[in-house]
């Protein structure tokens, strides 16, 4: 059973930074691991899950969501099956429950929420002014 840990919320001024990190855990090898899509999605309450953006294991190629591209950057740790999520130049409307999500295959959407496999508890980001 894959198991996906969030760390690294809290709370940051306007135009502050925040690491976040996903640890996974349950994957049966190294290999298996490398063949899977793992992403951030952003909730604020009674809104949808919005995607912030997707590192592709196998290759390392990210992509980002619209609100992310050129302030947030993915990076990753395969010896240590951890995703970071780097977000720099916060605002306040990136305020939400970041959760972490990881899909077998990377085949179809890549921010579209119903096609990931697993959830992480998620962790909060609060930008103040």
């Known amino acids: 059973q894959v198991h996906l840990v969030e760390s690294g919320g809290g709370s940051v001024q306007t135009g502050g930074s925040l690491g976040l990190s996903c640890a996974a855990s349950g994957y049966s090898d190294s290999r298996t691991y490398s063949r899977t899509c793992i992403a951030w999605f952003g909730q604020v309450p009674g809104k949808e899950r919005e995607g912030v953006g997707v590192?592709?294991?196998?290759?390392?190629?990210?992509l980002y969501g619209r609100s992310a591209e050129g302030r947030f950057t993915l990076s990753q740790d395969n010896a240590k099956n951890t995703v970071y999520l780097q977000m720099n130049t916060l605002k306040q409307d990136d305020t939400a429950m970041y959760y972490c999500?990881?899909?077998?295959?990377?085949?179809?959407?890549?921010?579209?929420?119903?096609?990931?496999?697993?959830w992480g508890q998620g962790t909060q980001v609060t930008v103040s002014s």
């Open positions: 999500a990881a899909k077998d295959s990377c085949l179809g959407l890549p921010l579209h929420a119903p096609l990931y496999d697993y």
């Open positions: 590192v592709y294991i196998e290759t390392g190629a990210t």
